[in-house]
């Protein structure tokens, strides 16, 4: 079985999901982590993968909040085995990730993160990872289509959305949103496009923000 990197280092591990082996990259904090972290990449038709900026400084927000943080590629994508699925087999790549952290820091409290394609991904997962904290990134709602669009979070929940985004239109989303109780925290970022050319700082500081104000040392661990 893959081993974690050593404190303040990184490293790229294969482990075993559903599909065959899956792509994962693991940064853990130079000191005991106070969480796990695990991120989803934008869609791999697209050019998704666990290199996108935006995965990235989600991941690296994890990592300065004191979290040991997993980004991965889903199936099909760089080394990760398997064919894209549509969805249904990303949220299987997904929870094995989840459950390969936990089984290496069992007992800590899981943020659950992912952008467009991926944050539609760690939404479907989130009802069986359970997280302790969610952050949806331009979340794409359109993507459940006909099926029933997941149940909320049982966590904090924090959503961001730039007002100009060109590729998941921004009333979907608000409009998707308002069917949820109690709402998520939305945050509107104004003329920021769908990649956040230009605006990662915004974004970081709007995420890095929300975890301070929910810190894992007061959150229960849901396994």
């Known amino acids: 079985m893959?081993?974690?990197?050593?404190?303040?280092?990184?490293?790229?591990?294969?482990?075993?999901?559903?599909?065959?082996?899956?792509?994962?990259l693991v940064a853990m904090p130079p000191e005991p982590p106070t969480g796990i972290a695990v991120v989803c990449h934008p869609h791999p038709l697209h050019g998704g993968a666990l290199t996108n900026?935006?995965?990235?400084?989600?991941?690296?927000?994890?990592?300065?909040?004191?979290?040991?943080?997993?980004?991965?590629?889903?199936?099909?994508?760089?080394?990760?085995?398997?064919t894209h699925d549509d969805g249904r087999g990303e949220v299987e790549d997904t929870l094995a990730v989840v459950a390969w952290l936990r089984s290496q820091l069992p007992g800590l409290p899981l943020l659950l993160a992912g952008f467009s394609f991926g944050a539609f991904v760690s939404l479907k997962a989130a009802a069986r990872a359970k997280p302790?904290?969610?952050?949806?990134?331009?979340?794409?709602?359109?993507y459940f289509g006909d099926e029933p669009r997941p149940p909320r979070p049982d966590a904090p929940w924090l959503v961001v959305h730039g007002r100009d985004d060109d590729v998941v239109d921004y009333g979907?989303?608000?409009?998707?949103?308002?069917?949820?109780?109690?709402?998520?925290?939305?945050?509107?970022?104004?003329?920021?496009?769908?990649?956040f050319h230009g605006k990662l700082g915004e974004l970081e500081q709007v995420v890095a923000d929300f975890v301070r104000r929910h810190p894992f040392a007061t959150l229960p661990a849901r396994e």
């Not at 979907?172 to 990649?195: C, I, K, M, S």
């Open 2 to 24: 893959p081993e974690l990197p050593a404190a303040g280092r990184a490293g790229t591990l294969l482990l075993t999901g559903a599909a065959g082996k899956i792509e994962t």
């Open 172 to 195: 979907e989303t608000r409009a998707a949103l308002a069917a949820y109780e109690p709402p998520a925290e939305l945050v509107t970022l104004d003329g920021v496009g769908h990649f």
């Open 132 to 142: 302790s904290l969610q952050v949806s990134i331009a979340p794409p709602f359109k």
């Open 53 to 82: 900026k935006v995965t990235y400084a989600l991941a690296s927000c994890a990592l300065k909040a004191g979290m040991a943080a997993a980004r991965f590629n889903f199936r099909g994508v760089g080394k990760s085995q398997g």
